[in-house]
């Protein structure tokens, strides 16, 4: 065997290895549920100090992979309705599941076919004055959901900014989303 054929076999299998190493990137459920608390801020009042309304998103965990191609997200408001009646506070929780798609223009991943799976409330007491408000609280929250981002590839980051310029598609795995390269 010469040396240029055992050089030319050596690059192959670096090459072959390299490629296999490099042929995806992977954001893991818990990376997508510190960017969402970090980053992800909603506040929504209506009305005045009288009579009103004011919903802030306090908590958000993010689950992958429990149905197939599903992000499921979980988050905790508080809901605070003002009136000289019954003034309510309180806290809803809302589960809702959609899927997940990247942007390659912005670098982002956003959500899709966002659908409420359950509502609760607490105090528990007050579930039948929630469950009537709740339709229109989650609106403020799915529309939130569906139209910011809930990532985006950080471009200082030299493995999420190569990774970005990469990207072919993206996959739901139980517990990550995978980018699949080109």
């Known amino acids: ?89 309180a806290t809803l929780n809302a589960s809702f599941e959609a899927v997940p798609w990247y942007d390659n223009q912005s670098h982002s991943i956003y959500l899709r076919n966002l659908r409420l799976v359950d509502v609760s409330s607490t105090p528990q007491d007050i579930d039948k004055i929630v469950k009537d408000i709740g339709p229109q609280i989650m609106g403020f929250v799915s529309g939130f959901l569906e139209t910011q981002p809930v990532y985006v590839l950080n471009q200082d980051d030299s493995h999420q900014a190569w990774a970005a310029k990469l990207v072919d598609k993206m996959e739901v795995k139980p517990g990550k989303l995978v980018f699949v390269f080109k």
């Open 1 to 89: 065997m010469t040396l240029k054929r055992l050089l030319a076999g050596v690059g192959l299998i670096c090459t072959s290895l390299l490629t296999g190493c490099a042929s995806q990137y992977s954001i893991s459920q818990n990376e997508l549920t510190d960017y969402l608390n970090k980053e992800m801020t909603y506040e929504v009042k209506q009305g005045n100090q009288f009579i009103g309304t004011l919903i802030k998103l306090n908590r958000v965990q993010v689950l992958l992979g429990e149905t197939p191609d599903t992000m499921k997200v979980i988050t905790a408001s508080q809901v605070e309705i003002t009136n000289p009646l019954l003034p309510l506070r």
